[in-house]
């Protein structure tokens, strides 16, 4: 008999634990709903340094600053078992952007920058974003069902989202697959569309798809890769960028057609002695414009005490370029395909973070850093010609939580 | 570079895929090891990195797109 009460002891308490442990977080498993509302306010500061005197032809040196409010909020939703994921968002930009490239005298390539001359001060990026973002979750046993939308506006360019996904635990919940699809619709209305050659108005659209398994590996240590594979249409070229020809500038000029593959893998290992969490995330990325990329990013969780948790991280990135990228010529294109944009060069990028976060009763704080270099000598491939227009950044961001349940 | 990650993910997958009870996953579920440490946060770095880079792709859908310079 007091064997039995002992058993039945021990399974209740094991039964209680496994109740009160929180679902396990992040995108890929089927989880529960939220039972509390929560608020949060993040705030992000971006600024790219100066193009360096060397590397500029005319215009301002200074670049882009961003600075971003989202607010968002999570609460249980009308019916049972289901959750409603808010996020609001403010952008302010201001700067100017690389607008070509052109040789120097000797033949090396300088950046000119938007507002090099009187009539395209216009041009030096003044403006504002807002956007909405919205997740309806609904749980049913083992599935999930989540239902996306968002909307987001600028003066020049608006977005229109909606997504669903689904998920499904097997194996006990050792084993969660999970699968999405996405639409995106773009319309872009260049500002002084004729000045850069262009109509007054653009569309594009965005199809996604994407899956996921994610598998618990031991008590420590679990694992996630998905695939996630996309369609872009319409109108892809910058309608403020332009490509020296030699005797000409050139309005940007992309294919109509993107289709975008990326593999990606996710590792989470908690170190126990050390009361520290180790996160791997890798990503292969290639398209049908000629680019293949590379992504790795460390990060180290470890918690302190008193509330205390302190992450490093290092992110390095590789790319090719794109078929048609072409910083500049002399003679005039080899086809109707052409774009000078950085973004489309072949190079590397390396950037350290550092994250501090404080939590205390249902109040959690957070404060981010993040510097960011780009160039030729950062990619794992030789490149002959270094865009003068790759950025390196810094990133500030602060963060506050508040869980009304707690 | 391809061969060093299909090992690494390999021997990630063959090593000892242990049944894990659910009590047994009070370590799994610490905020640290989620796959998404903060998701609004990671959104943010993700819509920077969308913006100055040619890839993209995320465990899941993408948000809105932007005109992002």
């Known amino acids: ?406 | 570079m391809k061969a060093i990650i299909t090992i690494l993910l390999g021997t990630l997958l063959l090593s000892a895929c242990t049944t894990v009870e659910p009590w047994e996953r009070g370590i799994l579920a610490r905020d640290d090891m989620a796959l998404d440490f903060d998701a609004s946060m990671s959104g943010l770095q993700q819509q920077v990195y969308i913006s100055k880079e040619a890839a993209s792709g995320s465990a899941g859908l993408g948000g809105g797109g932007c005109g992002c310079n």
């Open chain 1, 1 to 406: 008999m007091a064997v039995t009460e002992k058993n039945n002891t021990t399974l209740s308490a094991l039964m209680a634990a496994s109740l009160a442990l929180p679902a396990l977080g992040g995108a890929a498993q089927a989880a529960e709903p939220a039972t509390d509302v929560s608020a949060s306010y993040h705030f992000s500061h971006y600024h790219e340094n100066s193009v360096p005197s060397s590397k500029l032809a005319r215009g301002g040196s200074e670049r882009y600053t961003v600075k971003t409010h989202q607010v968002d909020l999570k609460a249980p939703f009308l019916f049972t078992d289901s959750d409603i994921e808010l996020a609001l968002q403010h952008e302010t930009m201001s700067g100017a952007s690389p607008w070509y490239i052109e040789p120097d005298l000797n033949g090396k390539p300088v950046v000119v920058m938007s507002g090099a001359t009187s009539s395209q001060s216009k041009r030096l990026i003044n403006e504002e974003r807002n956007s909405i973002q919205s997740k309806l979750n609904l749980y049913r046993g083992p599935h999930r069902l989540s239902l996306t939308s968002g909307y987001s506006k600028e003066k020049d360019y608006r977005s229109i989202q909606a997504g669903l996904e689904v998920a499904k635990e097997f194996n006990q919940g050792m084993t969660t697959l999970e699968a999405g699809a996405g639409f995106t619709n773009n319309t872009l209305n260049p500002t002084d569309a004729k000045k850069y050659q262009r109509k007054s108005r653009y569309h594009n659209h965005e199809t996604s798809l994407y899956g996921g398994l994610t598998q618990i590996l031991n008590r420590h240590s679990l694992l996630q890769l998905s695939v996630n594979y996309s369609q872009e249409n319409g109108f892809l070229s910058d309608p403020y960028k332009f490509v020296y020809l030699g005797t000409k500038l050139a309005p940007d000029s992309r294919p109509e057609r993107r289709r975008k593959f990326a593999l990606l893998s996710r590792y989470r290992y908690y170190i126990e002695p050390l009361d520290a969490a180790v996160h791997v995330d890798y990503r292969f990325f290639r398209d049908s414009w000629g680019i293949h990329s590379n992504t790795l990013k460390l990060a180290w969780h470890q918690t302190l005490s008193h509330g205390w948790k302190i992450t490093p991280s290092i992110r390095y990135y590789d790319q090719s370029q794109a078929d048609f990228y072409l910083p500049f010529s002399y003679i005039g294109p080899p086809s109707n395909l052409y774009s000078s944009d950085y973004r489309l060069s072949p190079f590397g990028s390396i950037s350290g973070g550092l994250r501090i976060d404080k939590t205390f009763g249902g109040w959690q704080f957070a404060l981010m850093y993040e510097y960011y270099r780009s160039g030729a000598r950062y990619s794992l491939n030789h490149v002959d010609v270094e865009d003068p227009a790759l950025v390196d950044f810094q990133v500030l961001s602060a963060s506050i939580n508040y869980s009304f349940g707690q």
